[in-house]
């Protein structure tokens, strides 16, 4: 016998990511300039943070920022990484204008081609270490392919992440 409740159980969609970080002028220069969030009004929580959001129509705020007391770990500062989360995936457009932004930014990122699709990814770390995955279709792209060259090729479970050597965004 089904329980009655099972069928009012609906999940509907992504609602928001939460990322804690140590510069949080670092963090939002990174989503608003290089990834192309848009800050949207964030209530007043008692500690500094944002809510970005996708920048269209409709479109809703998918990332709270948060610095700052309930960002800080036992040591003090927020933690670094993606810990057991690996990345990120965010539904993009403007594959060769994003590597042009990472270029620009001094950013590493990996490209990678989903085996038997035509979905392109671009990898890319956030200023607290998070892993991006930014996804496109591939047919609906412009330019070459993704490059799948030994130092380019994004490799699951292989970071690429380098704090001491990441660029200063603020």
Known sequence: MKDPADGAAITAGLFH??????????????YTRIIGLRPVARPDFGYPGAWLAVPMPGGAAILHVYAGGPALGPEGRAPVGTGAIDHISLSCHGYHAFIARFRAAKLDWREFLVPGTNLWQLFVHDPSGVQLELTFDGMAEHGPRPDQSTHRRYVAGASFHDPATYPTLA
Do not use: G
């Open 17 to 30: 990511v939460a990322v804690k970080t140590n510069d949080l002028a670092a963090t939002n220069a990174f």
